[in-house]
């Protein structure tokens, strides 16, 4: 997944004509910044080689969550359906705006299911913040058509799936807003940095409005803009979006390595006959950030974890048993604790986040493995893998 394993020349390049020439505001400064405009270039090239119609960058990923979800019209009080598999920030951003998290069902594609969609849906349910996690996602054409049916928002957090398509149309383009995130471990990499992606004029206004301030960016004079809605500060810098423009352009050569070192392990994996895969939706066009794989039961899920990790293979994530990406960990958000009284604790008949219980996806996520692909393994860095695959599996 990480795409500063390709950091280079180029990379310091573009930071280096920002401090030279340019300037590290985004906005404005006509005058300062010698034409030098790094954000609106990763910008115009996220829209061109999704295609999208407009991409917004924004601080981090989790900004680009909290904007897109202001932007689509969710808010306080609204439900919004998200997996119990994600990144904590898919649920903190709900949280955050005021809205009340509602955790559903995923199946093998390690995403939400549209069935488990359907029925978390109530007359409050506003939207679904759709992750598609470890760098896949599921059938978008049935969840959109689930979320169209009843009415709902489809948001999709496609942070760790840059570049991935289902049936020719880019991850995060599915539903009525998308997000990535650009952060150091990403795919591509700012340093920090994020997106909103829609087509949508009127969400793309809000989201751009809402990410500084309300400003209006018509014009050339800051403090002659107008504020249609209020807003706060998720702009990203000039210098981390200077880092954006170089790594944007290794994403067909990110996702060719990914795609074949991943191909290698996953071949090789095949000839065990304990080992199941990860539903893929479109194997040929994901990110293959990631080899996920199951085994029969969770028992031997954790012997074949232990066996991997004494092999000296690092990077093997059991998800059900770390504190990462699982909700049964995550008791701070089963206690919905802030640093002081959150906007939900206003909701008399929130759910009960400590009873909250997702049995499909234990079953899943109990037996799921999942290897991170790099970027810079050698022949020797893959033969050690599936080395270490022959001593481990069963036949
Ligand atoms: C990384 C990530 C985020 C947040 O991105 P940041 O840039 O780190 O804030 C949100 N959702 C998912 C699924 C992620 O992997």
């Excluded at 359906?81 to 009340?100: K, M, N, W």
């Excluded at 991850?171 to 949508?200: P, R």
């Excluded at 390595?257 to 000839?271: D, F, G, P, T, V």
């Amino acid at each position: 997944m990480p795409g500063f394993e390709l950091f280079d020349e180029h990379e310091k390049q573009q930071v280096a004509e920002v401090m030279e020439k340019g300037f590290t505001f985004r906005y404005n400064f006509d005058g300062l910044r010698n034409g030098v405009w790094k954000a609106r270039e990763m910008e115009q090239m996220i829209q061109r080689d999704l295609p999208v119609k407009h991409a917004h960058l924004v601080s981090s990923g989790t900004s680009a969550l909290t904007v897109a979800m202001a932007a689509a019209g969710i808010g306080a009080g609204d439900e919004v359906i998200v997996p119990p598999f994600t990144f904590v920030a898919s649920v903190e951003a709900i949280v955050l705006a005021g809205a009340i998290p509602v955790f559903a069902e995923i199946d093998e594609t390690l995403c939400l299911s549209p069935e488990g969609i359907e029925a978390a849906i109530t007359p409050r349910t506003k939207g679904v913040n759709f992750v598609h996690m470890c760098g896949s996602g599921g059938y978008m054409d049935k969840v959109r058509a689930v979320c169209d049916k009843h009415n709902i928002i489809l948001m999709e957090d496609a942070c760790q799936a840059t570049g991935a398509t289902y049936q020719g149309r880019a991850l995060g383009t599915w539903g009525q807003v998308g997000t990535f995130s650009f952060d150091s471990v990403k795919t591509v990499s700012c340093g920090e940095g994020g997106a909103v992606i829609t087509d949508d004029t009127a969400i793309y206004d809000a989201a751009h409005q809402y990410s500084d301030h309300g400003h209006d960016h018509i014009g050339s004079d800051r403090g002659a803009e107008t504020h249609p809605i209020m807003g706060a500060n998720y702009r990203i810098s000039e210098m981390n979006a200077a880092v954006g423009v170089a790594q944007w352009q290794k994403l067909p050569r990110i996702l060719e390595i990914q795609r074949r070192n991943k191909k290698a392990l996953k071949s090789a994996m095949a000839q065990y006959a304990e080992v199941s895969f990860r539903d893929i939706a479109d194997e040929a066009n994901e990110n293959a950030g990631f080899l996920s794989f199951m085994l029969p039961t969770e028992v031997r899920t954790r012997e074949v974890l232990a066996g991997l990790q004494a092999a000296g293979i690092p990077a093997v994530f059991y998800w059900y048993g770390n504190n990462w990406h699982y909700l049964k960990n995550w008791h701070h958000i089963q206690q919905m604790k802030g640093p002081a009284k959150l906007p939900i604790e206003l909701i008399a008949d929130r759910p009960d986040y400590s009873q909250v219980k997702t049995p499909k996806s234990d079953a899943i996520m109990s037996r799921t493995l999942s290897m991170l692909i790099n970027l810079s393994w050698t022949d020797a860095d893959i033969q050690k893998r599936l080395d270490a695959f022959a001593n481990v599996f069963k036949k």
